[in-house]
Each structure stands twice: as C-alpha cells, then as structure tokens.
C-alpha cells in the first residue's frame, strides 16, 4: 500500500536545541499530519496542515513549534528550543482528501529523545 | 472527557481463541480507523472503515454509526497478533478541520501457546 517515510528514525539532542522531523507522504496527498505519542501514553494529534497552511493545531502544539512543506518537499516539524517533555514518538500522517473521507496513512515515527 | 472509549484495556487469549475488541465514542463520526501498534511502536494499518463491516483475513471490523460504537474481531488468534490494538474516529462537527483522529486509549492483547 502507499507509504508515508519519516527520517530520521531516532534523534536525540540536547534541550535547548533546534530539532527538524521529515516526513516523506504519499506522493500525490494533499492533506497531512502530526501525531505525538509519550512513551506509554495516548496518540495525540498535534496539527494538520492543506495547501501550505495550518488548518488546526492542539494545544500540544506550542509556540516553539512549526510545520511547513516547501516546493512539495519533505513536510517538517521543527521544535526550537526543544524542552524535556518533548520527547517523544512523533508520527506523520497523510491523506488524499480530508474532512475523514479518506483513509490516513502513517509513517512509522521518529523517536526523539530530549536530554 | 475521553471521546474514544476502548474496552477491554488488556485481553489474554489462548492461541485459536476468538477475541471482540470494542470502540466507542461520545459524539458523531465521520469516519474510524483501526491500527496495531507493534511493540517497537511502529503502527500498522488494519482498516478505515467509516461504516459497515470489512474483513481482512482473520480480522473483522464493523461500525455503526448511529450507535456511535466499532468492533474488531479477531478468529483463531495467533501469538504474533499480540500487540496493542487503537482505534481512531474523526468527529462531525460543524466546520469541524480537516482530518483531526482522536485515538483511544488502546487494547492490549497477549495471546499465549
């Protein structure tokens, strides 16, 4: 079936520190994701993002962090400064159509560890 | 409160045991996904399936969307199926954003020889 890529697969960094999540999705998506899951915890979404915007964050969503995809490259999820409760399995998502008339597909996560 | 309630939380089966793992939520949907989430945490896919049943091999998944509740069945399970089980639902709400899952909590299963 289709295939969303995230890379790298682990990161760990220094708090304080500049981090960059890509996300490779399914070539001809148009609608995409990002999911945090702390280590033994619930999925959480975290923002979605159409047509070079953001269409709806949560409030895990915070201030350091941003998403953008330029020239239909990799979409990314930056975090400067990352802090300790940052780390985290962090998952891309993408979708052909959205308003959840198509399925999303997951990439399998980045695991960052924030020291 | 939690939108996606998961029942049971964990499930021992004996290998060839059937297994019903069940999803509900507090408001309308338009549409719900079942993943399993390997130990290492990597997710696999099983089904999006916004209404009716589909079935996928041993796997069965039935929505009913006026009950506002999903199901996954498990035939004749297997040692490699443990792993936990989530599902995921998308609200209908007015101008609600595109493509938002809230995920449940999850089923974990241990399936023993």
């Known amino acids: 079936g289709p295939k969303v890529l995230q890379i790298p697969s682990h990161q760990i960094i220094d708090m304080g520190q500049m981090v960059t999540l890509n996300c490779d999705p399914v070539?001809?998506?148009?609608?995409f994701y990002w999911y945090k899951q702390i280590l033994g915890q619930q999925m959480e979404f975290l923002v979605n993002?159409?047509?070079?915007?953001?269409?709806?964050k949560s409030k895990l969503f915070k201030d350091q962090f941003s998403v953008e995809r330029p020239d239909g490259s990799y979409f990314t999820l930056k975090i400067q400064p990352t802090a300790l409760e940052d780390s985290a399995v962090y998952f891309c998502?993408?979708?052909?159509?959205?308003?959840?008339?198509?399925?999303?597909?997951f990439g399998p996560g980045t695991r960052l560890t924030v020291l | 409160g939690q939108q996606v309630q998961q029942s049971p939380a964990s499930l021992v089966l004996q290998e060839g045991e059937n297994a019903e793992l069940q999803c509900n939520f507090s408001?309308?949907?338009?549409?719900m996904q079942w993943f399993y989430q390997r130990p290492e945490g990597s997710l696999v896919s099983l089904f999006y399936?916004?209404?009716g049943t589909k079935q996928s091999g041993r796997l069965t998944s039935t929505t009913v969307i006026k009950e506002r509740r999903s199901s996954l069945h498990i035939s004749s399970s297997q040692i490699t199926d443990s792993g936990t089980y989530l599902c995921?639902?998308?609200?209908?709400?007015?101008?609600?954003?595109?493509?938002?899952?809230?995920f449940g909590a999850g089923t974990q299963l241990i399936v023993i020889p």
């Open positions: 399936n916004p209404s």
């Open positions: 408001t309308s949907l338009n549409s």
């Open positions: 995921a639902m998308e609200r209908r709400d007015r101008g609600s954003a595109l493509g938002r899952l809230h």
């Open positions: 993002f159409y047509n070079g915007k953001v269409m709806e």
């Open positions: 070539s001809n998506h148009l609608y």
């Open positions: 998502a993408s979708s052909l159509v959205g308003g959840g008339y198509a399925e999303q597909f």
